[in-house]
């Protein structure tokens, strides 16, 4: 599933501040795949990740 | 369909007839299960090194070293200051789902990583960023670097050895008598207490909201009456119930974080819709649980997860207590036999990977302590069944359930502790034997009325709370109640017994290190009669014994002086007394674990039968033997080891050995003054992990036959290897022969049993009748290995073909072929009893 998306970022906005959010990331380690996310400010974002939910 | 299902189970059946217990595993699981079991990143050390891929997680130091290094942290109490650190790593380290998972909650930031504690040991922060295996990710190093100087006057390690003596800090060091001490080892022990916290935090937070508002009354009320005493009381307690509650608020925060990344997955990524609502069903059991207290059986495990894992943050546990048949049996009663919500094999699935996220875990422990447990992440006993409080036998269909998902998974840790009972159902004893023959090495079968006996003897516990007893270690028990629930272990500051019968030989030199390290207790080839000889032994045990205890009394003076937010936040009595952890202390839990202890017993007796009853040698002939390590003196070397030995039922040695536990119990435990107010002295507890393999070179030669660099005998009262020639019988006999109610906390006994002749019901029926013999002598534990050489050689050599072997090493479990050599061969060079 979704393995297009590995080394991917977008970032989730958090409803009730939407200069915080998540970052969440796509991960194919040598055993597993996962999803992994971490909280961060909006501003801190490098440039190119994408906001929000991916076009499906 | 039908016939396609038929070869399924021809096939199965085919690899348990053939014994080949890892590869039916493997078929017999579900793909989910399958998945994951591969899936999972083991964090067993091989030796001392992780296995290749492991790192260490940098956000513990990194974000640890944010919140110690501001002004409040220099003015608030520690265990405030520690919560603050606990909330920022709940709040912002990363978390993750793995696929396919409807369990989610792990210690570190990624799925490869141990979570990095680091205010343990500074030693141990050194020795992880320096690791030759590069543990800690090159981008981080700077950051980890200024953290790592930041916490070191914070460490545990830091604040004890300011108040130990230079004699203390040698010996810790240089494990030459102790094998370390807890604030070298960053590790300690615990007990839960699930039937408190499992109401859920929230309500947890509203008691300790009570007790603030009390206390904000008696200190801030303008107008009110001054009272110094109630003044005093409160501001005792409320930083205490503050710290309580920030990390409790935290954890909530934390499992929310894991619901929204649940819900994100669901909503934007994921297509398959199957998947779409287990995302969704992980998201609604993580916005409930730990808040609140669990509805089903999934949410019951899901909150367990989240609260050992934060736990596991605030310090590695050196085990993981848990009783789940008890614990969870409430919600998989109503679930799966009344309500029917979800089937007996939905609810294996669960336990399943209930257990494989307990896997993954792995202890953040120093060197030393990863050699002990070589092969296994833990190790973690979980106790199953055993008699309630009432005195009625508690066993359930969830004791079978997860004794049969423990065969599919095959993982090192959790291990079992099977509270055994002669009256106890069969079915679950069989199950418990199905295990054994799985060649999983567990459970480990306890005898409960006399651990219950020797709780009470020990501890002072009420005999209601002594049957609440769980695995706290490897083999010792604590209760699990209000007043029992003890927050650690001191074992730490463990030691080598048979150290004493070395330095009695040598009047308290020690050979291997070249230190005067013991009392003078008399130059052996003056003492004329044995007696003199074994109250030297005495003397030297109570000396190492005494210094043990000693540190480990400094060393919890210094533990409550931190506290512990999340384990005072989970006892009912600190949430109720605003004290932490480390201040209660109504039923102390108190011993020193004994390594490697039975080769000086056996010394002990092969020098009282050549030295002083047939005269055959004298002591400056043996001291030249042993000091030459018996080079050339093979013949002599053979004599001594043909001397009477433990196990054999041979009064000789065991009448020897028996009175020198006694002496030990009331000359060198009882008088040690520990701090449980109900408890008496502090106990030896004989097992030795894998202590025996690495104290081979620690312990030079004997009048055993042992030379220096020889493996020990392991267990705590095993046989030593090929020395019990005289049957299964034999060594039950002289087992039986010490009192385990009372002349020891708990002691290990290893028995390797002949696969070949447990097949079947015939099988079962032989080791059944066996273990109603050990019981009848009032042994309190036994453990088994039922793996053949063949199998067991045969991996040695491709060791790929037998990733999930799994072998019983001494206290815990392990992948055979993580193992280094010298502790795989020890378990090849076990005896094989045929019963």
């Known amino acids: 599933m979704a393995d297009q998306y590995e080394g991917e970022k977008w970032f989730f906005p958090f409803e009730d501040d939407p200069e915080k959010g998540d970052l969440v990331e796509r991960v194919i380690d040598a055993r597993c795949a996962y999803w992994t996310s971490k909280p961060m400010n909006k501003s801190d974002l490098a440039a190119g990740i994408k906001i929000g939910a991916p076009v499906k | ?835």
């Open chain 2, 1 to 835: 369909m039908a016939t396609i299902k038929k070869d399924k189970e021809a096939e199965l059946q085919e690899l348990l007839d053939k014994r080949q217990y890892w590869w039916w595993a493997e078929q017999a699981r579900s793909p989910r299960i399958d998945y994951l079991r591969k899936a999972v990143w083991s964090k067993a050390p091989k030796g001392s090194a992780y296995l290749p891929g492991t790192k260490i997680c940098e956000y513990g130091p990194i974000m640890y070293a944010e919140v110690f290094d501001t002004y409040d942290a220099k003015l608030e109490p520690y265990m405030v200051t520690w919560s603050k650190a606990l909330a920022k790593v709940n709040d912002e380290m990363p978390c993750f789902i793995v696929d396919q998972a409807r369990l989610v909650g792990y210690c570190g930031s990624a799925p490869h990583k141990l979570f990095w504690v680091p205010n343990g040991a500074y030693g141990l922060n050194e020795d992880f960023f320096n690791d030759k295996d590069d543990l800690v990710d090159e981008e981080a190093r700077p950051e980890v670097a200024k953290a790592m100087e930041i916490l070191k006057p914070y460490t545990q390690q830091a604040l004890t050895e300011r108040l130990l003596d230079k004699r203390m800090k040698i010996m810790a060091r240089t494990s030459q008598t102790y094998t370390g001490a807890q604030h070298l080892e960053n590790s300690a022990y615990c007990t839960s207490q699930w039937t408190y916290y499992n109401k859920g935090y929230n309500a947890i937070i509203a008691e300790i909201d009570e007790h603030l508002k009390k206390g904000n009354e008696v200190l801030y009320k303008l107008g009110g009456l001054p009272d110094f005493d109630q003044e005093y009381h409160y501001l005792q307690r409320m930083d205490n119930w503050k710290a309580m509650k920030t990390t409790l608020e935290s954890e909530i925060r934390y499992a929310k974080r894991l619901a929204r990344l649940a819900r994100i997955i669901a909503e934007n990524f994921e297509t398959d819709p199957q998947r779409k609502q287990e995302l969704m069903d992980i998201s609604e059991r993580c916005e409930w649980c730990p808040a609140n207290r669990p509805r089903n059986f999934a949410e019951a495990l899901q909150f367990e997860i989240i609260q050992t894992q934060c736990r596991k943050r605030e310090k590695p546990d050196g085990t993981w207590p848990s009783h789940p048949d008890w614990w969870f049996w409430e919600w998989y009663e109503q679930d799966v036999m009344k309500d029917k919500t979800i089937t007996r094999d939905d609810a294996k699935e669960y336990v399943c990977e209930y257990l494989i996220r307990a896997f993954e875990y792995g202890n953040c422990r120093e060197r030393q302590a990863r050699t002990l447990t070589t092969g296994d992440p833990g190790p973690y006993v979980w106790t199953l069944g055993g008699m309630a409080p009432d005195g009625k036998l508690t066993y359930n269909d969830l004791t079978n359930l997860i004794l049969e998902s423990a065969r599919l998974v095959r993982v090192v840790s959790p291990t079992y502790a099977l509270r055994y009972n002669k009256d106890m159902p069969k079915d679950v004893l069989k199950n418990a034997f199905e295990c054994i023959r799985h060649g999983l090495g567990y459970p480990n079968i306890r005898n409960d009325q006399i651990l219950i006996q020797s709780q009470m003897f020990w501890s002072g516990s009420p005999l209601e709370d002594a049957r609440t007893w769980t695995a706290q270690a490897c083999i010792v028990p604590c209760p699990e109640t209000k007043n029992g629930c003890l927050p650690a272990r001191y074992s730490a500051s463990a030691l080598l017994g048979t150290k004493a019968v070395e330095l009695a030989i040598w009047n308290g030199f020690n050979p291997v290190f070249n230190m005067q390290i013991g009392p003078k207790t008399g130059d052996v080839s003056e003492m004329k009669t044995f007696d003199e000889f074994f109250e030297a032994i005495l003397t030297q045990f109570k000396a190492i014994h005494w210094q043990a205890a000693k540190m480990r009394n400094i060393g919890r003076y210094v533990e409550e002086y931190m506290g512990k937010p999340h384990l005072s936040a989970t006892y009912e009595r600190c949430v109720e007394s605003g004290l932490n952890c480390f201040q209660t202390r109504e039923y102390g839990n108190n011993w020193i674990s004994t390594y490697v202890w039975m080769d000086g017993m056996d010394s002990m007796v092969a020098a009282k039968k050549m030295i002083y009853d047939d005269k055959k040698y004298n002591w400056d002939q043996v001291k030249e033997m042993l000091e030459k390590n018996w080079e050339g003196y093979e013949k002599e070397r053979m004599e001594f080891v043909h001397t009477p030995k433990w196990g054999n039922d041979d009064p000789y040695a065991d009448d020897l050995i028996v009175k020198m536990h006694e002496r030990i119990r009331d000359d060198v435990c009882l008088p040690c003054g520990d701090w449980g107010t109900n408890s008496q002295g502090c106990p030896t507890a004989p097992q030795c992990v894998a202590a025996h393999t690495r104290a081979g070179i620690l312990i030079g030669a004997l009048p055993n036959g042992r030379r220096l660099g020889d493996t020990c005998y392991d267990g705590g009262c095993s046989p030593g290897y090929g020395f019990d020639v005289k049957g299964p019988t034999a060594v039950l006999q002289s087992v039986g022969k010490l009192t385990h109610e009372n002349m020891f906390r708990a002691n290990l006994l290893n028995q390797r049993i002949s696969p070949a002749q447990l097949v079947g019901d015939k099988g079962f029926d032989l080791w059944e009748s066996y273990i109603r013999t050990w019981c009848d002598l009032g042994i309190n534990h036994v453990q088994f290995n039922c793996v053949d050489n063949e199998t067991l050689l045969a991996a040695q050599k491709e060791p790929e073909d037998y990733v999930e072997l799994v072998v019983r090493v001494a206290g815990y479990s392990a992948n055979f072929t993580t193992l280094n050599k010298r502790t795989q061969d020890s378990i090849i060079a076990r005896t094989i009893q045929e019963i």
